[in-house]
């Protein structure tokens, strides 16, 4: 093996983001900015008054609007862990500064809890029932000092504003438990409606007796949403998976309403018209759908694509506003028409983007969820349009000159045609020889054969004039304008490749496996194995530092390792001072700083080649799963849920 890894003259970065500003006072110029893709998955939405808004998402931010939703910001986190959901909303009618949020974790065995905001989202503390998954929470109308909360083990009520909690239904009840809705009667704080995945329950005396209030609905029904009348309180709306119903007494009698369609029956929210109280909406999995008669007959304002999580109503015109799973939608007229409003709403889970070769202002993001899966930024990031995606489904994006490059769901890979703006499917070909035989077992001829196999792939590089396809039937290798993929390196990789390197400079490919790591200098035609460190664990990827020192930098499961040349041979050394010796993302490495994002969390940036690391503060950006840098200017990260964001160093920081 060459060794070109001998010279390390890097110059050291100033620190990278604002995230770094209480340890250096140079950093003014740098920070994360978030370039999206607008939109995402909108959990809760609750209206503060004075057209202030606030959103909740997936895991635990709070995004506040004060315009009735035309602008959005990032407020805070209620609680630390990033996949806390916040399923509701509650602004203190006292004091609309005051938030409180309902949180179940989608780890079932951290639970959730209740938070507190004092100051509208942008600070958060617990609140009571930390461990409890609370699915719904209730503040009542004529003692607001009243809060209830439902979780998954029961129904729990906070006499002092949520500084402490009681349990009011009975310890381990079999069916008064799994609450996804609770409502209060305005009139009376000791009338509690409970709404559980099963059926509805009802308490008069404040939990120290329970109903179950279930006639005339459909047995196993999940109540989901349970709203009081506010005109006639004794009139009890119910969202529930087998339909919309309607309670003239309290809930001693359901009637099940008619209207919308089976499919769409997944209600899981119904609002009241804040104008016109006969007027009510629905929001289901297939839409929202409007009754101007109190439920008698309903119509769906939208289209049947929409998945509706949660309605709010907000501003002095009342607009109604909706949270989707592809972010917030806004009406001023009623329902009969909707825009998007998620200006500052960048909460995407970005299922994997690419940063163009020859552009680094152009990107192309795969978008989980929603209605549009690719998404195309020629901008940076400032703007984002639909881009003509494979029919298959994209689970990895890569750019090569001017092409895009995608691993396909289900197997295989495309090309992005510039000229005809078209996919074009790369055929992954096997060869075989093809034996004829004739009468008693003769043979008579020989002849070829092609296969055409689509296998999983992982990685796809470009180097000397070729791609190269990692996948998990082996390497695979073809023309970098060419359709036609043919297997190389059989006998050397049979078993699924987990990374594919290069190294630019000098032509190098490397190749990762569970437990190998193999080199070939001549385009795949002969390979080298390369001896990894002990205990290292399972293999994850490999990086060459294509600079002025080309290092070779691995990671693995426990720990990321670099390998050094020296004049008394080959070693390895594991990256430590700051670093966890931990499974982690694959490192980005410019002449100026390397960073890697662990992937329990955590990211990481050295300004000397390695040899020590410091922690990024990068809450603000949940959990990081891609760091992709191109060149000295430019950084870009992937978060778990909250989109991409971009830092601009050096002289590109002011710009």
Request: hydrophobic share 40%.
């Amino acid at each position: 093996m060459k060794t070109t890894c001998l010279k390390k003259t890097r110059v050291r970065a100033v620190a990278i983001a604002w995230l770094l500003c209480s340890f250096a006072m140079n950093c003014r110029a740098q920070k994360w900015e978030r370039i999206g893709p607008e939109g995402g998955d909108a959990i809760s939405l609750s209206a503060a008054g004075k057209g202030e808004i606030f959103l909740g998402t997936a895991d635990g931010h709070i995004f506040g609007s004060q315009d009735s939703g035309e602008h959005w910001e990032l407020r805070g986190r209620a609680g630390k862990r990033l996949d806390g959901v916040v399923q509701k909303i509650v602004v203190d009618i006292r004091e609309n500064t005051r938030l409180y949020a309902a949180v179940w974790t989608q780890d079932p065995a951290a639970g959730g809890g209740v938070y507190r905001s004092e100051n509208g989202g942008k600070t958060w503390e617990g609140a009571g029932l930390q461990g409890e998954a609370v699915r719904a929470l209730a503040q009542s109308a004529s003692n607001p000092e009243i809060f209830v909360a439902g979780t998954k083990t029961g129904v729990f009520l906070s006499s002092d504003a949520g500084t402490s909690w009681m349990r009011i239904s009975p310890i381990g009840d079999e069916e008064l438990k799994n609450l996804d809705s609770i409502a209060i009667d305005p009139r009376d704080a000791n009338v509690i409606y409970a709404g559980t995945y099963h059926l509805p329950w009802k308490t008069m005396d404040g939990g120290k007796n329970w109903k179950a209030i279930a006639a005339g609905m459909i047995d196993d029904s999940d109540v989901m949403s349970v709203v009081v009348d506010r005109s006639q309180p004794e009139r009890i709306f119910a969202s529930a998976c087998s339909g919309i119903y309607r309670s003239e007494n309290g809930g001693a009698q359901w009637t099940k309403l008619q209207g919308i369609p089976y499919v769409s029956r997944r209600t899981q929210e119904i609002a009241q018209d804040p104008a016109n109280a006969a007027v009510w909406y629905a929001g289901t999995t297939e839409g929202l759908w409007r009754s101007d008669d109190a439920g008698e007959s309903w119509a769906r304002v939208t289209g049947r694509d929409i998945v509706v999580n949660a309605i709010a109503f907000s501003g002095k015109e009342q607009q109604l506003l909706l949270g989707t799973e592809d972010g917030v939608l806004m009406s001023s007229d009623g329902g009969k028409s909707f825009a998007a409003r998620n200006t500052g709403f960048t909460h995407q889970v970005v299922r994997t983007f690419a940063v163009s070769d020859t552009n680094v202002q152009r990107l192309l993001a795969a978008i989980e969820g929603g209605n549009k899966e690719l998404l195309e930024s020629a901008d940076e990031g400032k703007s984002w349009r639909a881009f003509g995606a494979p029919a298959a489904g994209v689970m990895a994006l890569f750019s090569f000159g001017d092409d895009w490059f995608a691993a396909l769901r289900g197997g295989g890979a495309s090309q992005f045609d510039a000229k005809t703006g078209q996919w074009k499917e790369l055929r992954f070909v096997i060869k075989e020889t093809i034996r004829m035989r004739g009468q008693k077992g003769a043979t008579l001829a020989k002849r070829m054969r092609e296969r055409v196999v689509r296998p999983e792939v992982s990685v796809i590089r470009a180097t000397g004039g070729k791609i190269f396809i990692a996948t998990n039937e082996g390497l695979w290798t073809g023309g970098a304008h060419g359709g036609v993929m043919q297997r190389i390196a059989e006998k050397e990789f049979s078993e699924k490749i987990a990374d594919l390197a290069t190294n630019h400079v000098d032509g190098e490919l490397f190749v990762v496996t569970q437990n190998r790591l193999a080199r070939s200098t001549n385009a795949g035609k002969t390979w080298e194995l390369i001896s990894t460190p002990q205990n290292a664990g399972e293999l994850l990827w490999a990086r060459v530092e294509n600079h002025e020192s080309n290092a070779l930098i691995m990671g693995a499961r426990n720990g990321v390792f670099e390998y050094e040349f020296g004049a008394g041979g080959k070693e390895w050394k594991l990256l430590q001072s700051g670093l966890p010796a931990a499974a982690s993302w694959p490192v980005a490495m410019s002449d100026q700083f390397w960073m890697i994002a662990m992937r329990t969390g955590g990211v990481y940036q050295s300004r000397d080649d390695g040899r020590s690391w410091e922690w990024l503060e990068a809450e603000r950006a949940g959990l990081v799963l891609d760091v992709v840098s191109i060149g000295n200017s430019r950084v870009w990260i992937r978060a778990q849920t909250d989109g991409l964001f971009l830092m601009k160093t050096g002289s590109q920081a002011a710009n």
